[in-house]
């Protein structure tokens, strides 16, 4: 008589996007249960009384946002406050999640709950996507765990409330595990879906657009064999013509990039309308990597604020230069690239600084790679579900009272 088969077995003779749904439903799960469970301390606050309910909950912060779009629009002139400069408004925010919601409404549900379902589902879609692109370097065992790792990480919560970072993870890994593909044509739809979902486009087609040169440089030998070996990742484009490809790729992306600053510019009539909307946030005008001396130098002084980013400098240096991301492949590399690059460039360094390293979710499967055993990446799961309440309590719940902790 042969044995009945264990738990273990069935879950590996599940289809592999079953194995990786039923992970991230686990995580999904727990990260629901926080957030419930850190609404019923959370007092009142501009979005709901005390112990909000889901739905209220899931009004906190940006959501608001997104749901202007569908009830007013985007305005065509500029708000301005006393001093003459651009204050908030809602061409900040793109308009996929907007648009995705809307085609919820037959259900009679409230925007917030439409929009929740499609942070979630875009959410599951991510995980699959994300485990297509990078399983084949760090082997289908680690890469679950990498999904456990990301969807329990501290600002998880973000994955599935009215926010658009679910949106831009998918879109971003389906472009990426296209090229990796050599399918570069085909990941071109998902690419100018990204830029309208998050402003990751810039970031996106300077990493396209690297991983290209660095193509190009290979296949032409303008380089001694190893050079940079122990930094960049191997060519993983062979033939001319899915370097080509990629080429247009980028140069579609980055052209994607351009379009919704452009829109706004038409549509108000003021050339400036997206970045002076984006840097209203701030109180300062658009100056790359600036922001990064000017708050840092505001969380620790002005002269150790260069030493603060002397290390952030460093510790992004000593990431890239990892052999697990490394050997991530090309196209999870040139990511993580373009993206850092282009925080240290664009980006103010405020406590929403977590929500904005998501997009870094290949390093999930570097740290899951790198850690080898069982024991480590469990340590590894429990820091990140221990960061998961400290953030949802003081930042997405808590941080609404004082405005101090900014998701």
Same mark, same amino acid.
């Given at each position: 008589?042969?044995a009945?088969p264990?738990?273990?077995s069935?879950?590996?003779?599940?289809?592999?996007?079953? /194995?990786?749904?039923?992970?991230?439903a686990?995580a999904s799960? *727990?990260?629901f249960?926080?957030?419930?469970?850190?609404?019923?301390?959370?007092?009142?606050?501009?979005?709901?009384?005390a112990?909000?309910?889901? %739905?209220?909950?899931?009004?906190?912060?940006?959501?608001?946002?997104?749901?202007?779009?569908?009830?007013?629009?985007?305005?065509a002139?500029? =708000?301005?406050?006393?001093?003459?400069?651009?204050?908030?408004n809602?061409?900040?925010?793109?308009?996929?999640l907007?648009g995705?919601?809307s085609?919820?409404?037959?259900?009679?549900?409230?925007?917030?709950?439409r929009?929740?379902? +499609?942070?979630?589902?875009?959410?599951?879609?991510?995980?699959?996507?994300?485990?297509?692109?990078?399983?084949?370097?760090?082997?289908?065992?680690?890469?679950?765990?990498?999904?456990?790792l990301?969807?329990?990480?501290?600002?998880?919560? +973000?994955? /599935?409330v009215?926010y658009?970072?679910?949106?831009?993870l998918?879109?971003?890994?389906?472009?990426?595990?296209?090229?990796?593909?050599?399918?570069?044509?085909?990941?071109?739809?998902?690419? +100018?879906?990204?830029?309208?979902?998050?402003?990751?486009?810039?970031?996106?087609g300077a990493?396209?657009?690297?991983w290209?040169?660095? %193509?190009?440089?290979?296949?032409?030998?303008?380089?001694?064999?190893?050079?940079?070996?122990?930094?960049?990742p191997?060519?993983?484009l062979?033939?001319?013509?899915e370097?080509t490809?990629?080429?247009?790729?980028?140069?579609?992306?980055?052209?994607?990039?351009?379009?919704? =600053?452009?829109?706004?510019?038409l549509?108000?009539?003021? /050339?400036?309308?997206?970045?002076?909307?984006?840097?209203?946030?701030?109180g300062?005008?658009l100056?790359?990597?600036?922001?990064?001396?000017?708050? *840092?130098g505001?969380?620790?002084?002005?002269?150790?604020?260069?030493v603060?980013?002397?290390?952030?400098?460093?510790?992004?240096?000593?990431? *890239?230069?990892?052999?697990a991301?490394?050997?991530?492949?090309?196209?999870?590399?040139?990511?993580?690239?373009?993206?850092?690059?282009?925080?240290?460039?664009?980006?103010? =360094?405020?406590?929403?600084?977590l929500?904005?390293?998501? =997009?870094?979710?290949?390093?999930?499967?570097?740290?899951?790679?790198?850690?080898?055993?069982?024991?480590?990446?469990?340590?590894?799961?429990?820091?990140?579900?221990a960061?998961?309440?400290?953030?949802?309590?003081?930042?997405?719940?808590?941080?609404?009272?004082s405005?101090?902790?900014?998701?």
């Open positions: 008589m042969s009945s264990t738990p273990q069935l879950f590996s003779r599940l289809p592999r996007p079953c /194995q990786v749904l039923a992970v991230w686990a799960t *727990l990260t249960l926080i957030l419930r469970l850190g609404a019923q301390d959370t007092p009142a606050t501009p979005w709901g009384g112990a909000p309910s889901w %739905e209220e909950h899931m009004r906190f912060w940006d959501a608001g946002w997104y749901n202007r779009i569908i009830e007013e629009g985007y305005p002139q500029l =708000p301005l406050g006393a001093d003459g400069r651009v204050t908030q809602a061409w900040a925010f793109m308009p996929l907007s995705l919601a085609l919820l409404n037959w259900t009679g549900w409230s925007f917030y709950v929009a929740a379902i +499609v942070s979630i589902l875009a959410s599951a879609g991510a995980a699959v996507v994300m485990d297509r692109l990078l399983s084949p370097a760090t082997g289908r065992r680690a890469s679950l765990w990498a999904v456990a990301i969807w329990s990480s501290p600002c998880a919560a +973000v994955l /599935q009215p658009a970072e679910s949106l831009g998918v879109m971003v890994g389906l472009t990426l595990w296209q090229a990796s593909r050599g399918r570069a044509l085909a990941a071109i739809p998902f690419a +100018v879906a990204a830029c309208f979902a998050r402003p990751v486009g810039v970031p996106l990493a396209l657009g690297l290209w040169a660095w %193509e190009v440089v290979g296949a032409r030998g303008w380089l001694p064999p190893g050079w940079f070996s122990r930094l960049v191997e060519h993983g062979q033939r001319p013509g370097r490809r990629l080429l247009a790729l980028a140069l579609t992306t980055c052209a994607a990039a351009l379009t919704w =600053p452009v829109i706004a510019w549509f108000t009539g003021r /050339q400036d309308a997206y970045t002076a909307t984006e840097t209203s946030w701030r300062a005008d100056a790359p990597f600036a922001p990064w001396l000017t708050r *840092l505001d969380w620790v002084g002005p002269h150790l604020g260069l603060l980013l002397a290390v952030v400098l460093v510790a992004a240096g000593l990431l *890239l230069s990892a052999p991301l490394r050997g991530l492949g090309p196209a999870a590399w040139f990511w993580c690239l373009g993206y850092l690059l282009y925080l240290l460039a664009f980006f103010d =360094p405020t406590t929403s600084v929500r904005l390293l998501l =997009p870094l979710a290949p390093v999930g499967w570097a740290l899951v790679a790198a850690a080898g055993t069982t024991r480590r990446r469990l340590a590894l799961l429990a820091v990140c579900i960061g998961q309440l400290v953030w949802v309590s003081w930042v997405w719940d808590l941080g609404s009272v405005i101090r902790w900014v998701p």
